[in-house]
């Protein structure tokens, strides 16, 4: 038997079609390429922005420990001026209360009998607590009047007067208050 092939030119046809797709590769290079080059681009424009920025930072951090270390300065400064001031305050005070002491000693050497000597002076919170002895306790009482018309002092009173004897010789022990008129 013998085959006859009828439709040799349509099959022909259709192995042809579908053999070879024909592939623009013009096009595909010049998309791969501009594709290529725009990746490119952004991955520079990218790196440029990278290194500006680390380079701002840089710049900022150096910024940033000059300004720390004014303030550390400025810091210094402020607790150097506030320990001046606390000095200065002092050395005020000290220069006040300075003349209190001279005064009250002249105030009271000032008013002291010949025959009255004093053993202690305290002063505390404006208030003179004094002990002596004396001959008579007339001069005892003439010492109390005496601190009683002073300008610098006021509520003198006699705590105690007593009669003792030191080195074998018999004299009054006294105790008296005043207050220091401010």
Same mark, same amino acid.
């Not at 192995?15 to 520079?44: D, R």
């Not at 008013?111 to 001069?139: A, K």
């Given at each position: 038997?013998?085959?006859?092939?009828?439709?040799?030119?349509?099959?022909?046809?259709?192995?042809?079609?579908?053999?070879?797709?024909?592939?623009?590769?013009?096009?595909?290079?010049?998309?791969?390429?501009?594709?290529?080059?725009?990746?490119?681009?952004?991955?520079?424009?990218?790196? $440029?922005?990278?290194?500006? !920025?680390? &380079?701002?930072? =840089?710049?900022?951090?150096?910024? #940033?420990? /000059?300004?720390?270390?004014? *303030?550390?300065?400025?810091?210094?400064?402020?607790?150097?001026?506030?320990?001046?001031?606390?000095?200065? $305050?002092?050395?005020?005070? !000290?220069? &006040?209360?300075? =003349?209190?002491?001279?005064?009250? #000693?002249? /105030?009271?050497?000032?008013? *002291?009998?010949?025959?009255?000597?004093?053993?202690?002076?305290?002063?505390?919170?404006?208030?003179?607590?004094?002990?002596?002895?004396?001959?008579?306790?007339?001069?005892?009482?003439?010492?109390?009047?005496?601190?009683?018309?002073?300008?610098?002092?006021?509520?003198?009173?006699?705590?105690?007067?007593?009669?003792?004897?030191?080195?074998?010789?018999?004299?009054?022990?006294?105790?008296?208050?005043?207050?220091?008129?401010?």
């Amino acid at each position: 038997m013998i085959r006859i092939n009828l439709f040799p030119a349509a099959r022909k046809k259709k192995k042809a079609k579908m053999a070879v797709p024909q592939v623009p590769i013009i096009p595909m290079v010049a998309v791969f390429a501009v594709t290529a080059i725009a990746v490119g681009y952004f991955w520079f424009t990218l790196e $440029n922005k990278v290194t500006t !920025l680390k &380079r701002e930072k =840089s710049a900022k951090e150096k910024t #940033l420990a /000059e300004l720390k270390e004014k *303030i550390k300065e400025v810091e210094n400064f402020e607790k150097d001026n506030k320990i001046y001031e606390e000095r200065t $305050n002092i050395i005020e005070k !000290l220069r &006040r209360a300075q =003349s209190g002491p001279v005064h009250l #000693l002249d /105030e009271i050497s000032s008013w *002291i009998p010949e025959r009255v000597w004093l053993s202690s002076m305290n002063e505390s919170g404006g208030t003179v607590s004094i002990e002596g002895n004396s001959f008579s306790n007339s001069d005892i009482v003439t010492f109390v009047n005496n601190l009683k018309g002073s300008k610098y002092l006021s509520d003198v009173g006699l705590v105690e007067s007593k009669q003792t004897t030191q080195e074998k010789i018999p004299v009054f022990h006294f105790k008296l208050t005043c207050k220091i008129k401010v």
